[in-house]
């Protein structure tokens, strides 16, 4: 079991260019979710799915924002136009059949809209 | 909808102190309750959880009961070490999404 990955670790960009991250979640947790923290506060749910279908988004995420799971396993989520607000970290979790509320996280894509 | 309030931080204590962090919480619905911990550099890990009135989970020498009555999940340790140094969240989830729902966090530093 090699946990949650999340790729880049750190993105550095510009305002109004896109980005995307990846995450691959813990092998057959069928729950992925995604989170935003910020510097200073809790994480805060953005969306998530369960096999590849996404079935809820906060308000939080805005028309710029996209997030897929194509065939139930890694997932992505893409920040189209980003804007300095977007600074944060985004965390992505997974969780297994037999315990749908043990969410187990991976280390988090700092990124940095300059 | 859902909240969760921790106590203010950050909070610093010496080697072999008590550690109490209060967390308390407004769910609509039943919550299941947790700690999850976030050591420097690394990535927020479960510490223990309790998912009904009463139940207390435990992990590391680290408590917390589930309290309907006060709508609370303290977290206590009777004698930190340094490597208890860490950022503490505490979180709920109800619903069939379990999604969670974060306090702010606080900061705990043990000096030797």
């Known amino acids: 079991d090699t946990g949650v990955s999340q790729n880049p670790r750190h993105k550095i960009t510009k305002r109004g260019q896109n980005v995307t991250f990846r995450c691959d979640p813990i092998?057959?947790?069928?729950?992925l979710y995604w989170y935003r923290q910020t510097l200073g506060q809790g994480p805060e749910f953005l969306t998530y799915?369960?096999?590849?279908?996404?079935?809820?988004k906060s308000r939080l995420l805005s028309d710029r924002f996209s997030a897929e799971r194509p065939k139930g396993s890694f997932s992505t989520l893409e920040i189209q136009r980003t804007e300095q607000g977007d600074s944060a970290m985004y965390l992505c979790?997974?969780?297994?059949?037999?315990?749908?509320?043990?969410?187990?996280f991976g280390p988090g894509t700092r990124l940095l809209v300059l | 909808g859902n909240s969760v309030t921790q106590m203010e931080g950050p909070v610093t204590l010496s080697e072999e102190a008590f550690l109490t962090i209060n967390c308390t919480y407004t769910?609509?619905?039943?919550?299941?309750l947790f700690w999850y911990v976030q050591y420097p550099g690394e990535g927020l890990q479960l510490l223990l959880k309790?998912?009904?009135?009463?139940d207390k989970g435990s992990n590391k020498g680290f408590e917390a009961t589930y309290r309907k009555e006060t709508t609370s999940f303290h977290l206590e340790k009777g004698s930190v070490q340094v490597s208890d140094s860490a950022v503490y969240f505490c979180?709920?989830?109800?619903?069939?999404?379990?999604?969670?729902?974060f306090g702010k966090g606080i900061t705990l530093s043990v000096r030797p």
């Open positions: 979790a997974s969780s297994p059949p037999a315990s749908q509320e043990t969410q187990y």
């Open positions: 092998s057959e947790h069928n729950r």
């Open positions: 799915f369960q096999n590849e279908a996404q079935l809820e």
């Open positions: 769910a609509t619905g039943y919550p299941s």
């Open positions: 309790a998912t009904k009135a009463d």
């Open positions: 979180a709920l989830s109800t619903g069939a999404n379990s999604k969670l729902t």
